[in-house]
Nanobody
């Protein structure tokens, strides 16, 4: 069983930064693909960034150049130059293969004010 616990969300002004963390636990978790999705009010859940077990990152176009994903025993999402359209609930995900989402965290709210 994999457990994912996010932290680090909050309220920030446009142009500011936040770092999300996801504490991951479970058997062989270091071999899992890890990532972040987000869901804004009234919109579908969307992929933000992911990282393979050996550290290869993947980003959505909306995140490129502003967000950085990294991992050790925790998965991080450093978000810079935040925009109001980044406002959403951010979910940590883990999967047994690249871009698979087998497990979800409970989510953490990010609100960017203009």
């Amino acid at each position: 069983q994999v457990q994912l616990v996010e932290s680090g969300g909050g309220l920030v002004q446009a142009g500011g930064s936040l770092r999300l963390s996801c504490a991951a636990s479970g058997r062989a978790i270091s071999s899992y693909f890890m990532g972040w999705l987000r869901q804004a009010p009234g919109k579908e859940r969307e992929f933000v960034a992911g990282i393979s077990w050996n550290g290869v990152p993947t980003y959505a176009d909306s995140a490129k150049g502003r967000f950085t994903i990294s991992r050790d025993n925790t998965v991080y999402l450093q978000m810079n130059n935040l925009k109001p359209e980044d406002t959403a609930v951010y979910f940590c995900v883990a999967g047994r293969a690249t871009m698979r989402m087998d497990y979800y965290g409970q989510g953490t709210q990010v609100t960017v004010s203009s």
